[in-house]
């Protein structure tokens, strides 16, 4: 492994690193959530600690440092559309947002502003700003789930952000908000 690569391990469904380097980015960049000692990664964050050759994700089965396209498959077999869904979270990553699991809104992501001082930012930092959920430009969709996610995102005072993937993996945004009449 390269010296300025730590080791991320993908052990089931679990992933996480115990590293150092991981503690110290997750302080800096909020990456990952820390628990007991170890900081665990949603697919999202190990794949773009890879990507972005940060991390090398190693299989705890056979202690084999993955390939890209390897880790690919592992993540792709949990979370339909692995892809489409990470070309939204690397956007808005690339903005300079803050991007967390979703799921307990049911979206895929919840982001908030990027913080001035990282530090600051805990489970006590404002609310989220926007409930992301990607979709390919191809997929349909119907109105009664869009009107439940508008609901969602409404009712928990964030915004909804539609995150439309095109066939070039480029990554539209659009904010939905509600208005009185």
Known sequence: MKQNK???YIAGDRIFSNSQKALSLQNEKNLGE???????YSSFEAFYLVETQKAQALNTKTNKILKEHELITILSKNNKDFLTKYQVFRALKNKGYLVKTGSKFGAE???YSRPKNLKDFSDNHPHAKWLVYPIKQSEKSNWNEFISKNRIAHSTGK???????????????????????
């Open 159 to 181: 915004k909804l952000l539609l995150a439309i993937v095109d066939s070039e993996d480029n990554v539209l945004f659009y904010e939905v908000g509600w208005m009185k009449v």
């Open 34 to 40: 820390k628990t007991q000692g170890k900081v665990v």
């Open 109 to 111: 992501f919840r982001v």
């Open 6 to 8: 730590f080791p991320i």
